[in-house]
């Protein structure tokens, strides 16, 4: 079963296909375009997750990607494939808190783009996201994981300025609820345009994401 606020951005996507999703830059994805890739990715995602034996709902899958279009379809992919995302600090972070990061997280997979890739390029499970896109073997559908709502939605890890980083995790019932709360409240509106200005390692990014997309509205990702 899929969650409920990822299953709605999926179902805009046959309902406004054309209906703009997101943008950067001079880059944008209709609903339906970011539909597609979404379920691309996941399937791709899902096929070396039987490959390695990665356990869905648990092993988290390391994102260490710059803000953009595909950063956000590629967190919103890992959930969809049944894993949890890991949102690994960049250049700006001390190599003593990557590394603790990585220890304690353990990501079976890394999906990284051109700024992320050669700050874990010693990471033997790193992909680059166009490696991960490339056609190959698919999952099928029965292949999907069930979703439980205490399956492990997202890992993130405090700033660790008091001692080591503290990996905390957010299951898929909390993050429900949170959404439901969110896209329910009538003084909130339905945003036409949003801007995601926080980072993916501030967990505020995923109400940016789910609150804008799963009500039909318009991610705008700003470059920090």
Known sequence: ?????????????????????????????SYGELGELIQRLASSIRSHGIERRAVAGEQAVGVAMAPSIDQVATVLAIQLA??????????????????????DG??????????????????????????LSTPGSSATAADEHELDADDLAYLIYTSG????????????G?????????????????????????????DVSLQEIYGTLATGGTLVVLDP
């Open 82 to 103: 049944g894993y949890p995302y890991l949102p690994l600090p960049l250049d700006e972070a001390p190599v003593r808190r990557r590394e603790a990061i990585l220890d």
């Open 106 to 131: 353990e990501p079976w997979l890394i999906i990284a783009d051109e700024i992320g890739g050669p700050v874990y390029a010693g990471s033997p499970v790193i992909f680059s996201l166009e490696a």
């Open 1 to 29: 079963m899929r969650p409920g606020p990822l299953e709605r951005i999926l179902a805009l996507g046959q309902q406004s296909p054309s209906h703009p999703a997101v943008s950067h830059g001079d880059r944008r994805l």
């Open 161 to 172: 300025s008091t001692g080591t980083p503290k990996g905390v995790d957010m299951r898929w």
């Open 174 to 202: 909390a993050l429900s609820n949170l959404v439901a709360w969110q896209t329910g409240d009538e003084r909130l509106g339905s945003p036409a345009r949003t801007a995601m200005l926080t980072p993916l390692t501030f």
